[in-house]
């Protein structure tokens, strides 16, 4: 079993800074993808940012500029930099992680989440 355990989340003001983190823990081969999506209330879930294991980003225009995701594979965990937030940033952050769990097989997992709040 897999599992991704998110921190970092809480409240902060506009214009302010968060970090948020993600370790993946369990039997597993190797990680490919991490990621962070967020949801909103009333709003379908977004992409954020994602990483593959090589290092390639991928950022939403939406916090382009702003955020920046990293991960560390000795460790099996993928930050999420967030700053100059904004009140349209509140929402709660998942993390997400393309798991290979032997060879030719793979599964995707999901954190629990981890809410984001910012206050104007």
């Known amino acids: 079993q897999v599992q991704l355990v998110e921190s970092g989340g809480g409240l902060v003001q506009a214009g302010g800074s968060l970090k948020l983190s993600c370790a993946a823990s369990?039997?597993?081969?190797?990680?490919?993808?991490m990621g962070w999506y967020r949801q909103a209330p009333g709003k379908q879930r977004e992409l954020v940012a994602t990483?593959?294991?090589?290092?390639?980003?991928t950022v939403a225009n939406s916090v382009k500029g702003r955020f920046t995701i990293s991960r560390d594979n000795a460790k099996n965990t993928v930050y999420l930099q967030m700053n100059s937030l904004k009140p349209e940033d509140s929402a709660a952050y998942y993390c997400?992680?393309?798991?290979?769990?032997?060879?030719?097989?793979?599964?995707?997992?999901w954190g629990q989440g981890t809410q984001v709040t910012v206050s104007s």
């Open positions: 997400n992680a393309n798991v290979v769990l032997a060879f030719g097989r793979w599964s995707e997992y």
């Open positions: 990483i593959t294991r090589a290092g390639t980003t």
């Open positions: 369990g039997s597993f081969f190797s990680i490919n993808a």
